[in-house]
């Protein structure tokens, strides 16, 4: 029973130091050093039946002022509507634009990552950016993420956000974004980055060969942004995160409870794998699945437990109440997001069995789709 309450407290002592550690990076300063050499860049841009957000994100392709080289691959995932029309003829009248079929890619690998893998391989350039059909970019998007790079910097993580939301599901979705986003700046100002996202990120193209492409991963359901970043650092590569609003994607906005929890059960899959690339980020992933099952059966500790130990877990409710309070306060300052008080505590609330479902439905989840594809385990 010791041994147990002693693991326990271990990873309570885990957690707040983690959560402590998101607040004291993000007081670090952030100084990149932007390249004036305008480096030549491919956009990749994998895509599964995006007829209804094509045209938007290649809109705002065309209006980037980006004076560099530059080159925008659209990867077409085998799509069944008329994605590959729309790419096509876009191409037609911008040189630019340039279609690739995801049969092009690596056999070996499955669904997101097949795709990139053919647009890596028809990239003509050495700086890959990277993000979703579904998200939309600012006109000088791949200005500022082309310009971190430099003879140190050899990946970039760029910040996705939500704007506006429009529901209790949106409301939770743009506070827990920010609140990732938050924790992924002051970690990366530390130096020890802990997450990466494929709605907007860059690096190098010498570290995907370095690193045999996807094929170390190619058994995880995405890791085309973490995982692979993890396997980045482990060459030794720099990584930083891009705070310059410019750089800043809009991400899709989730309405529907389903679909927002799948794709976090879809994260969390990959989470749970962690261990085998960084050791320490996934003990904290633990320490939070951790709490937050403590929390959520607090009344059921409250009736089969003595009240001293009950009191602990009430004090620790508030405690993670205030460090996140703090981290999401900072987070809106740095970050540039619209503080809200309500939706703040709606995703306190909710994410206690938010990350439960998540963790635990990352176990029993056995086919899991992207896009209409389903991976297999």
Known sequence: MYFILYIALLLIIIYIGSLISYILGNFINNNIN?????????????????????????????????QGESEYIIVDDESNDSTEEIIKQYSQ??????????????????????????????????????????????????????????????????????????????????????????????????????????QNQAYKKYLYYENQGFSKIDDSIQ??????????????????????????????????????????IRWAADAKVMWNYNKKFFI??????????????????????????????SSLFIIKLILEFIIYVIGSIKLKSKFNIIHFIIWYILEIPYVVVSGIGSFFMKNISWRGQVFKK
Request: glycine letters at 4%.
């Open 223 to 264: 890791g085309d942004d973490s995982l692979f970043m993890h396997l980045c650092l482990k060459k030794n590569a720099k990584v930083i995160f891009n705070d310059n609003p410019e750089s800043f994607v809009e991400s899709r906005l989730e309405i529907k409870l389903l679909s927002f929890i799948k794709q976090r």
């Open 34 to 66: 932007k390249s004036h050499h305008l480096n030549s860049v491919s956009v990749i841009i994998a895509v599964k039946n995006g007829e209804k957000a094509l045209p938007k994100i290649l809109s705002d392709l065309e209006k980037q002022t980006y």
């Open 93 to 198: 009248k911008n040189k630019k634009i340039i279609y690739v079929s995801s049969k092009e890619g690596n056999k070996n690998l499955l669904l997101k990552k097949r795709a990139l893998d053919a647009g890596i391989k028809k990239s003509q350039y050495d700086i890959l950016i990277f993000t979703d059909v579904d998200c939309r970019l600012k006109k000088g998007w791949i200005n500022s993420m082309a310009t971190c790079f430099n003879d140190k910097v050899d990946y970039v993580i760029g910040l996705s956000q939500i704007s506006k939301s429009l529901n209790i599901v949106s409301h939770f979705q743009k506070v827990d974004l920010l609140m990732m986003m938050t924790a992924g700046r002051a970690k990366c100002n530390l130096e020890t980055p802990i997450a990466s996202t494929g």
């Open 284 to 313: 904290i992933l633990l320490s939070t699945f951790f709490i937050n099952l403590i929390l959520l059966f607090m009344p059921i500790i409250y009736l089969i437990l003595e009240n001293q130990i009950f009191k602990i877990i």
